[in-house]
């Protein structure tokens, strides 16, 4: 495939996941999307103030997130023109809930006062800052195919699988910060596979500081990106390098969060005595959603040997929001064994070598002599 047509191939998933996304965006009301109303609340406090609100039920139940996607966002919100405004639910009419089971009615409705017409209007423009990063995270996606296999049309495939998953498509549909966060593991990855390669010994340094800023944001953008920080430090110590050059990508990598996030943790102990903030969130959290917040030991049977796994199996796919559209049962079992068979033929071909035909072999050798030439600059060729 030539670098012409792998550029073209590119520019075409993205053009179907706008075609997919956009109109997704403008048929979902404004706020029904889980906390959207939450989150816009907290950038409003940012926009109106001009500073982070601190963790409290005035702010809303959205105060305990890191602040970077709504740091961003008044930045957008200036760049429309949009003056503040407080969040105007219109309600569709009562809605019944089944736990388990698909719903598939809307809990709002586009049916608006103008003023609620005037602030759904700015709710879909903000809306486009996730649209955009959603974008951002299927050339990512491209990116990371071409590092990881050295084949455009495994790049394009992996691109079109993440463009066209419907639970990607309404995050990023929606205004929320895991557009975010989902955006910046992706050039996390990137910047991994890139580390993995036999690049100078200078452009390994700058990538793995480089990689510490990543994961510092992602970080500062939602919490539960922090398990990305080992998960790099230990990819850093499997690289085919002297030990000491490893370490030294792992100070770096280390240096690099800390510069980027640090300052969100020690603000936290300075305000709520430790540097997650955790107990005064579970407090306000209590108060203001006393159902939902369940604290349990990690040692808990019923939480980790059912309720995950069976929440994993329904949701993975597509979860919709607060009333969340849930897929029907035989269409997951479909989607999780189509996953098995994917998983089973790639452990079959990595155990019997069968990938020393091609597609995966600049994977699979990552890290060695052959693939120099294309650790400096990824072929589309």
Not at 6 to 19: D, M, N, P, T
Not at 55 to 78: C, F, K, M, T, V
Not at 232 to 240: I, K, N
Request: with cysteine.
């Amino acid at each position: 495939m030539t670098r012409s047509r792998s550029r073209w191939l590119l520019a075409g998933i993205c053009v179907v996941y706008l075609l997919v996304v956009v109109p997704t965006s403008l048929m979902i009301p404004a706020y029904e999307a889980n906390d959207e109303s939450e989150h816009v609340i907290y950038t409003q406090r940012i926009v109106l103030h001009h500073h982070l609100p601190t963790i409290s039920l005035l702010n809303g139940h959205e105060s305990h997130q890191p602040p970077l996607y709504y740091a961003l966002a008044p930045l957008w919100q200036r760049v429309l023109g949009i003056e503040v405004f407080e969040p105007q639910v219109a309600s569709a009419g009562p809605v019944t809930v089944t736990p388990g089971r698909p719903t598939r009615a809307l809990m709002l409705s586009h049916e608006y006062s103008p003023q609620q017409h005037a602030h759904a209007v700015s709710v879909h423009a903000l809306r486009v800052l996730s649209i955009l990063l959603g974008l951002g995270t299927v050339v990512l996606t491209f990116v990371a195919g071409l590092l990881a296999f050295g084949r455009p049309e495994v790049a394009a495939a992996a691109a079109a699988f993440v463009a066209l998953l419907p639970k990607f498509q309404f995050v990023s549909a929606t205004f929320t910060n895991d557009a975010l966060t989902i955006m910046l593991s992706s050039l996390a990855l990137v910047l991994a596979l890139a580390l993995l390669r036999r690049t100078s010994r200078g452009a390994a340094a700058y990538a793995a500081f480089g990689l510490g800023a990543v994961v510092g944001a992602a970080v500062i953008t939602k919490l539960n990106a922090a398990p990305l920080l080992p998960v790099a430090a230990f990819a850093l110590l499997l690289a085919r390098r002297p030990l000491r050059e490893r370490l030294l990508h792992v100070g770096l990598l280390g240096a690099g969060f800390v510069l980027v996030a640090g300052w969100w943790f020690d603000r936290n102990r300075d305000l709520y005595g430790d540097v997650l903030g955790r107990q005064v969130s579970r407090e306000y959290l209590r108060e203001r959603l006393p159902t939902l917040v369940d604290p349990v030991s990690l040692l808990d049977a019923e939480r980790f040997l059912y309720f995950l796994p069976e929440n994993l199996f329904r949701s993975a796919w597509y979860t919709g929001g607060w009333n969340q559209f849930i897929g029907p049962f035989a269409l997951n079992l479909v989607l999780w064994m189509l996953v098995g068979v994917a998983l089973f033929a790639w452990g079959k071909a990595l155990i019997t070598g069968s990938f020393e035909d091609g597609w995966f072999d600049g994977a699979r050798r990552c890290g060695s002599a052959p693939l120099r030439s294309v650790a400096s600059r990824p072929s589309f060729s």
